[in-house]
């Protein structure tokens, strides 16, 4: 497929309510040049070749802006052991040879190539969901060299695969064997060396964010994460931060103190944190898939985030621990049914409230001109019909910068 083409006879959906029917769209150099009624196409482009949607719907490429796609394992066991009543998240994840500490381990024992592979084997499940956007986050490594290593192959990822990819320094995520959490010597020595090793060494790889798990149940504290995402700040890196995620960790304010691009979880909702976000311009990331999945009934508020003004994202958050969730447009569909967004709302949530929630200021997630003409077709009516049929595999293509990806099993094996 040229990256130059004119789309014709496209339901073109421009929000999740506003689809126009009949529609052309202009691709030239992968960018979306014009869009508008097919019979108003401009004579400039005649001289392009024409590719019908055939009545399809358009949207833009979704955008998942969560993945921690980048891992050796997976941890079914523990999935099976929660399923029995056996134990629960909590259990696992304090556990020295569970939860992350034990993908931490299994991503160690796996070699680059294979673990290349199995990320770009879930990363295809998301673009045959339609996503042409991701983001993909270290953080199973923990020590500096692990975590440098991940990064490495996040950058490989990003050149490997046939869609965009955003790459995240997950920094602090839980704290490795040998620092104890409740001894502040220990930890401060630790901070020290993740601020001073491992954040320049990653930033002369390249990072486009910081982030930390802050979470008084098993991830970071409150003055840990403060320093790792201070001292990116003060280096211009954009900083994300994932709280309140198991517990009321008091996390969210510190996404404004820093002009945090994201901020997921946000389970115990802090309405002050929430007015200074809006202000911050954070956007509150919704994980639906881990809701689901630790069957717990604390959310993210989303009334109160709409109250505030925050932009709400959804991404599939996809982990071998909280949400082995491979298709976006399901996390959608659980960000409606359990969070109560309208699916107007969860549409915003996995296109352009997506790309603001990595900084992408391109036109990402939208069809509008100028934009990168990565889009979705769909078997469907509208958006909201991609997210109500929940799992159905209604994408008919993507095109990520003007190009069909080839979205076969081949691709990702
Ligand atoms: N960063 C926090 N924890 C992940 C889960 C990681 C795992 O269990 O492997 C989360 O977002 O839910």
Redesign the pocket.
């Known amino acids: 497929m040229p990256e130059s083409a004119v789309i014709t006879d496209a339901a073109v959906a421009v929000s999740g309510e506003e689809v126009h029917r009949d529609h052309a769209v202009v691709v030239d150099g992968g960018t979306i040049a014009w869009r508008g009624p097919q019979d108003e196409i401009p004579d400039q482009w005649s001289g392009l070749g024409r590719w019908s949607a055939e009545g399809r719907l358009v949207t833009p490429g979704l955008v998942d802006c969560?993945t921690?796609l980048l891992?050796g394992g997976d941890?079914r066991a523990e999935f099976a052991e929660r399923a029995a009543g056996s134990g629960t998240?909590r259990d696992?994840?304090a556990g020295a040879a569970s939860?992350?500490r034990a993908?931490v381990s299994a991503t160690g024992a796996t070699g680059d190539d294979e673990l290349l592979a199995a990320a770009r084997r879930r990363a295809g499940w998301l673009i045959r969901s339609g996503v042409t956007t991701l983001e993909v986050k270290t953080?199973?490594g923990l020590e500096p060299d692990a975590e440098l290593r991940l990064l490495r192959l996040c950058h490989r990822l990003r050149e490997e695969l046939p869609v965009r990819v955003r790459i995240t320094l997950?920094a602090g995520?839980v704290y490795p064997d040998g620092v104890d959490r409740d001894d502040e010597e220990q930890t401060a020595e630790w901070i020290t060396t993740l601020c001073k090793d491992l954040l320049p060494a990653a930033r002369e790889i390249g990072v486009d964010a910081v982030e930390v798990?802050l979470?008084e149940d098993g991830?970071f504290t409150l003055d840990d994460a403060s320093t790792v995402l201070e001292t990116a700040y003060k280096t211009k890196t954009p900083t994300r931060l994932?709280t309140d995620?198991l517990s009321d960790s008091a996390g969210a304010s510190l996404a404004p103190a820093f002009y945090a691009k994201a901020a997921?979880?946000l389970n115990f909702p802090d309405e002050a944190a929430l007015s200074s976000m809006a202000k911050s311009g954070t956007t509150a990331v919704a994980?639906p898939g881990?809701v689901l999945e630790l069957g717990e009934s604390d959310r993210p508020d989303i009334g109160a985030l709409r109250a505030a003004g925050v932009p709400v994202a959804i991404a599939t958050?996809l982990?071998?621990?909280?949400?082995p969730l491979g298709s976006l447009p399901l996390a959608a569909h659980l960000g409606v049914v359990l969070l109560g967004m309208t699916p107007a709302e969860a549409y915003a949530g996995v296109t352009v409230h997506a790309a603001r929630a990595l900084g992408l200021a391109d036109g990402t997630g939208t069809v509008d001109v100028g934009a990168p003409a990565d889009l979705a077709f769909w078997d469907a009516d509208d958006p909201s019909e991609v997210i109500y049929w929940a799992g159905a595999p209604l994408l008919h293509s993507v095109w990520a910068g003007g190009r069909e990806v080839e979205v076969s099993r081949e691709f990702v094996q």
């Open positions: 969560h921690h891992f941890r998240y696992q994840l939860g992350v993908t953080g199973y997950l995520h798990y979470d991830g994932q995620h997921a979880h994980l881990s958050g982990n071998p621990g909280t949400s």
